[in-house]
């Protein structure tokens, strides 16, 4: 059995392999706590924190692996301010329009909107140090997701808790993953989803197509990055002629 110091320098050495990220002076501290690596510190990116722990929980032979990397968000923007950004997503999306939506405030529930008739289930929202978490129930896997990904939209999101429980649960597949990216891209306001196709297998998504500009290009491929359980994105979208 290798040793603790063995394993840390193994996960350190696959990080900077695969998310390009120098360990020593670097963004992302490795270490070793109860029983766990541990990987802490400030990532530029949702990209390098999903590689990071890829990465870490390839190299661990079969340890728990811990994420606490927080991605770049620039200036503070306050607790408050990110919460409400989270919940203004939320309440205008209309996958969520039957879904009750509240804020927990100082230990208090704010409820924003009630579940609607046809109830599609109820979320609550929670900051604490640019950490987005999201407790309640949704109707499906796509549903779950989707919050999360809304969350990570928030100016100010440095990272997404997604506590949200589906019902009736669904078993995960590849062809749920492809789905919940789908109805992503519909909800950006920044990408054209007509324009891209997507494909997932093995928790690796591809996506293909034409968009108008690299930011666009760019914009998609991040929301694929923040959907969980992906592992890995292909981006093979290109950029029309303008």
């Known amino acids: 059995m290798q040793s603790r110091d063995a394993v840390i320098k193994q996960v350190q050495a696959a990080i900077e392999h695969e ?61 408050g301010a990110t919460r409400d950004a989270v919940c203004r997503w939320l309440l205008r999306d209309i996958d969520f329009q039957n ?7 100082k230990y208090q529930l704010e409820v924003l909107r009630e579940p609607g008739i046809s109830a599609s289930g109820a979320i609550e929202v929670d900051v604490a140090d640019g950490v987005v978490t999201l ?29 949200l429980e589906v019902s009736p649960p669904e078993e ?39 968009v108008w500009s690299e930011n666009e290009r760019e914009r998609a491929e991040q929301d694929a990055w923040y959907l969980f359980a992906v592992d890995k994105v292909v981006n093979k979208l290109e950029i029309l002629p303008g």
């Open 19 to 79: 998310a390009g990220v120098g360990i020593q002076g670097g963004p992302i501290d490795v270490r070793w706590a109860d029983g766990a690596v541990v990987l802490e510190g400030e990532v530029p990116d949702i990209r390098t924190k999903r590689l990071a722990c890829g990465a870490a929980a390839s190299a661990a032979t079969g340890m728990p692996v811990v994420d606490r990397m927080r991605v770049d968000a620039g200036p503070p923007l306050g607790d």
């Open 99 to 105: 879904c009750g939506i509240a804020a927990r405030i």
């Open 135 to 163: 407790w309640g129930n949704v109707i499906s896997l796509s549903h779950k997701r989707l919050a999360g990904v809304l969350a990570w939209w928030a100016r100010g999101c440095r990272d997404v808790i997604n506590n």
């Open 172 to 210: 995960d597949n590849d062809e749920e993953i492809a789905e919940a990216l789908k109805l992503v891209l519909e909800s950006d306001p920044y990408v054209h989803a007509d324009q891209i196709g997507i494909g997932a297998r093995d928790r690796i998504v591809t996506l293909e197509g034409q």
